[in-house]
């Protein structure tokens, strides 16, 4: 039980599709993060929330779109991706968005574009 | 751009012996250092964090030391068991966690 819980844990989609990802902590944190994870690359941060606003898009394309309603929740919604996006996908959280705080990363939803 | 770099990329090594993982990191400017396993397919999880005052961390059989000013920070397992076998990453935290590629340990039995 990291506290970070994603949603589904695997998830096949075609193209044309529209899914979403799900992420929820239990920490009573204010930051919250989306990661993409690809085979032999580093993990790339995509989005930033703090206090469920959006404070970071690091160029990621407009087939990804994140959402916060609130504190504890956050969603990945996708649609008319390509299987370049295959990946896992993952969310952490922290306390707050700055120095001196450690992040919680989720398990993960492994994403497979066909 | 933060750069982490860590070395090795793979190390195999049999049970109970002394694990030694490197990481660098080119922008020395950090708040902290977090190092995290990784099992295959699944999330991360927070071994040890490391403020950027200290100059080292420890839990149980895990020591994670940290050198600022030259971008550098070791982690050391002691008595390495079979279940230690994952992937270890670095992230150090400047305006954001950074990542290496971590290092893909297997302690074998």
């Known amino acids: 039980e990291t506290g970070v819980t994603q949603t589904p844990r695997h998830l096949v989609m075609g193209m044309t599709n529209k899914k979403s990802l799900k992420c929820e902590q239990h920490?009573?944190?204010?930051?919250m993060y989306w990661y993409k994870q690809s085979a032999k690359k580093p993990l790339e941060l995509m989005f930033v929330?703090?206090?469920?606003?959006?404070?970071e898009n690091n160029s990621v394309p407009s087939r990804f779109s994140p959402e916060c309603p609130n504190s504890s929740h956050l969603f990945l919604h996708l649609h008319t991706l390509q299987p370049e996006d295959s990946a896992l996908y993952l969310c952490?959280?922290?306390?707050?968005?700055?120095?001196?705080?450690?992040?919680?990363f989720g398990q993960g939803t492994r994403l497979t574009v066909v | 751009k933060q750069e982490v770099t860590q070395i090795p990329a793979a190390l195999s090594v049999p049970e109970g012996e002394n694990l030694v993982l490197n990481c660098s990191f080119t922008?020395?400017?950090?708040?902290?250092l977090q190092w995290f396993r990784q099992d295959p397919g699944k999330g991360l999880t927070s071994l040890l964090l490391i403020q950027s005052s200290q100059r080292e961390q420890t839990s149980g059989r895990l020591n994670a030391s940290l050198d600022k000013s030259s971008g550098r920070s070791t982690l050391y397992i002691a008595a390495s068991q079979p279940g230690d076998s994952a992937t270890y990453l670095c992230a150090p935290y400047s305006h954001k966690l950074s990542f290496g590629a971590g290092t893909t340990v297997t302690v074998r039995a």
């Open positions: 929330y703090s206090l469920e606003e959006r404070v």
């Open positions: 952490a959280s922290s306390r707050e968005r700055g120095a001196n705080t450690e992040a919680f």
């Open positions: 920490l009573g944190h204010n930051a």
């Open positions: 922008d020395s400017a950090i708040y902290n």
